[in-house]
């Protein structure tokens, strides 16, 4: 992944093997990445890179990241279930996603459009890092598949890694377990997840 703000936007965000070729979803998006990222530096937040993309920060908390995939660009809010969303623009990035928080586009024009709600919502949540306001605490208990429950029961190091977890990294795995129809894969991705568990990291860290 980059570690570079301005590879993002020259060459993409090195998470697949179209980075940096003519194919790489930033290329395509090219213009509206740009005018996004004007409007959130241009709101003040200082611009980092994050998980390979630009990620937008105030007062030491997330705002906001940029994301380019080949179906569209998108600005997506951290601490969504803050935002009022009064235009009705957020939307759940997928299934599992427990509050709307991103704003889809498909072309450069859509961008200069929202450019006032933009910077107003980029304000809102810039103002609730400032104040400290958090999202309430979410204590939905986990829908744990059964063969996770085995084998934490069967394995006592693991049990006592996964509970020492944060709920978010506890909910990528059992995000991922549950989209295998099969037992055999649960307990094939279990096996596998064994090592980044007992290292701390989520289902989807390297």
């Not at 530096?41 to 705002?63: D, F, Q």
């Not at 394995?155 to 549950?178: C, M, W």
Request: aromatic share 8%.
């Amino acid at each position: 992944m980059i570690t570079e703000i301005e590879d993002f936007f020259a060459r993409g965000c090195g998470r697949c093997d179209r980075f940096d070729t003519p194919d790489c979803a930033t290329r395509l998006w090219a213009e509206g990445l740009a005018a996004l990222r004007a409007i959130c530096r241009e709101a003040g937040l200082e611009e980092t890179v994050k998980w390979g993309h630009p990620c937008y920060m105030h007062a030491g908390r997330n705002i906001a990241i940029i994301g380019a995939f080949r179906g569209d660009f998108r600005l997506s809010f951290f601490n969504a279930a803050l935002m009022k969303d009064p235009e009705g623009l957020l939307e759940r990035q997928g299934p599992n996603t427990r509050h709307p928080d991103m704003i889809r586009f498909t072309d450069a024009a859509g961008v200069s459009a929202r450019a006032s709600t933009l910077r107003a919502y980029l304000d809102e949540a810039t103002g609730y890092a400032e104040a400290g306001v958090k999202p309430a605490r979410d204590d939905a208990p986990l829908d744990m598949p059964g063969e996770l429950v085995e084998a934490l029961d069967a394995d006592p190091e693991l049990a006592e890694a996964f509970h020492a977890l944060t709920p978010g990294r506890q909910k990528s795995y059992v995000i991922n377990l549950n989209g295998a129809k099969a037992a055999a894969t649960r307990h094939a991705r279990i096996a596998r997840f064994r090592e980044k568990i007992l290292a701390g990291k989520g289902a989807n860290e390297r």
